[in-house]
């Protein structure tokens, strides 16, 4: 009843039919419904009724507009699980073939294509092949110890390719013994899991170990925080690391130097698979103060109460229905700072915050980039 969740919650705050509030509420509600049936205290005429917690209560909206981001377990003090029972209900909804059309073809494009926007899988290595940067497949260096697992948005969403191309750069300088699986990267499964599809999420997840299994796989390094978690924490046997990690390494060994001061003011976005999912708060923040010149400014929600960008739980690609998107919201929160520049440690986040500052018309203020662009713009450009 202290509504620290639905104050928190994104898809609240944008104006959409879900409170996490009102949900447990609802529940609770209907709890006694039921137990009034048992005991014939409420039974009907017809004995008892089938009591249904779709429209019951939430609505459909509501489902699909949770982004999976954990704020609201995060926030609560009683340590209720909001965000877990929507995914229950998520996947009795997926298993019933009544999902909307929009999570419909998210689904099927990532079950034929391996990514979340239908592209052709062929081209999953198009990127490295434009690229005028080596990036040695698992067959040209059979040897490698760590698999760089690229992620759909840094192998298909242009803006995050330029981000692939400087992090493959990075990793030949450090002389990382890496190597990519190209045309045969499958899908971690993260998003399918958190939106109810449990069987993809299975499928896919055996796809990889067998890929994985056939070229000896042990380490991974991911470049987004939604394959990190899945990774890290739903598939065994692997040491996994976040980009971040190794670049936190590097500099702190002295290997890489970071010499160009940039001076600007930074602000930054915590992304939910980064943070609320795996804890980590202070490394990407520990980079950017690493860099000369460099600014940090916080936002008011910052670190276990950042607001989401919005892309989660299958959100990415869909028509957000409130009236005032997460991303939008989190951009104007960005410019208040007076930051000149928005960074990000997740491709997600870069795709939705890039369309809210731009949606808000704040692109003449704040440029949104990667961490990963700020490392390498101190490190490679001339003083």
Known sequence: ???????????FNSGTSLSPMYLIQNIRMLEKIIKGQKTGETATDGGEEEVLLLDTVLD??????????????????????????????????IESGEAPPDIRDFLTNIQKQ????????????????KSEIPVPSVKENPEFEWLWFVGCAHSFDNRNIQV?????????????????????????????????????FQLLKE?????????????????????????????????VKFILEIIYEAIKSGKLKLKKPINKKVTYH?????????????????????????????????????????AGGGNLIREYP?????????????????????????????????????????????????ILELVYESAYSEE
């Not at 009843?1 to 898809?11: K, L, S, T, W």
């Not at 704020?71 to 909001?82: A, F, L």
């Not at 994985?212 to 990774?231: A, D, L, M, Q, R």
Request: aromatic content about 8%.
């Open 164 to 200: 692939s191309k400087k992090i493959a750069e990075i990793l030949n300088d450090l002389e990382i013994n890496y190597a990519v699986l190209g045309r045969e990267e499958g899908c971690c499964g993260n998003d399918v899991r958190r939106v109810g599809e449990e069987g993809l």
């Open 114 to 129: 391996k990514n979340p926007w239908g592209e052709a899988k062929f081209k999953r290595d198009q990127w490295i092949k």
């Open 270 to 310: 915590d992304p939910c698979y980064l943070g609320r999912y795996n804890g980590m708060y202070e490394l990407p923040r520990e980079i950017l103060k690493a860099i000369p010149g460099l600014e940090l400014v916080e936002m008011p929600r910052n670190r276990n109460r950042s607001f989401c960008c919005g």
């Open 322 to 370: 409130g009236e005032d998107r997460p991303n939008n919201i989190r951009a104007r929160e960005a410019a208040e700072t007076g930051a000149e520049i928005l960074a990000v440690a997740c491709p997600f986040c870069m795709i939705m915050l890039e369309d809210g500052v731009k949606t808000e018309k704040l692109d003449d203020r704040v440029e949104v980039k990667d």
């Open 207 to 239: 796809e990889n170990e067998r890929i994985f299994e056939k070229y000896g796989v042990k380490k991974i390094i991911t470049t987004s925080p939604h394959c990190y978690n899945t990774f890290k924490n739903e598939y065994e046997g692997y040491e």
């Open 60 to 93: 459909m909206d509501a489902i699909w507009a949770c982004t999976t981001c954990r704020v609201c377990m995060e926030m609560c003090p009683v340590y209720i699980e909001q965000m877990e029972i929507i995914g229950e209900i998520r996947r009795g909804v």
């Open 1 to 11: 009843r202290c509504g620290r969740c639905q104050d928190n919650c994104p898809a």
